[in-house]
């Protein structure tokens, strides 16, 4: 699957192997960046300076413009800096920001790991909660379901995460 997780962007003119050397590097360091911008930021966050999260979020969208000329969205270099501005509208209560990140990641994700992998389960789960937080019950059931379907596997039918998701979507 290495081909599938760096895939690169279909163009006319194919970026050169030396390109795609450098924007690996780039992504890396860039990634390593926002770990440790990250840290620092969410203990500014602690104290009530909500200015560094929007810092990190244009990080990340900066990096996803630059990488995304030469890496499909698919690439796990581009996933992670999605998942990670998802994270940071999570953290903000931008429910619409984060279910836009979340809806580039699920497909991706299903394909790059396993048919019962609790990573899978996890975006469902966390795109399930955001659709019904934003009034759409349908696909919210939807998405919910998937992640039961998956748990049931994973934990057993009978786990107490999987009790408390259908609960859930009784309550809704």
């Not at 690996?24 to 200015?51: G, M, P, Q, W």
């Not at 999260?53 to 996803?64: A, D, G, M, P």
């Not at 998937?146 to 057993?156: F, K, N, Q, S």
Request: glycine letters at 4%.
């Amino acid at each position: 699957q290495d081909k599938e997780k760096l895939e690169i962007r279909k163009l006319n003119d194919p970026p050169s192997a030396e390109t795609v050397r450098d924007m690996i590097k780039y992504a890396r360091n860039v990634i390593e960046e926002f770990r440790r911008a990250k840290h620092y930021k969410y203990i500014l966050c602690l104290n009530h300076d909500s200015t560094g999260l929007i810092e990190l979020l244009e990080i990340c969208e900066l990096s996803l413009d630059k990488m995304g000329a030469v890496f499909e969205d698919s690439n796990v270099y581009m996933l992670h800096m999605i998942y990670q501005a998802m994270g940071v509208c999570l953290y903000v209560q931008d429910w619409e920001g984060a279910l836009r990140y979340g809806q580039k990641i699920i497909r991706p994700y299903s394909k790059h790991y396993p048919s019962y992998s609790l990573n899978v389960a996890s975006m469902w789960l966390k795109l399930g909660r955001l659709y019904m937080a934003l009034e759409n019950r349908p696909a919210g059931v939807k998405a919910l379901k998937r992640a039961i379907a998956i748990m049931e596997v994973a934990h057993g039918k009978d786990h107490p995460y999987i009790s408390e998701i259908k609960k859930e979507l009784e309550d809704h």
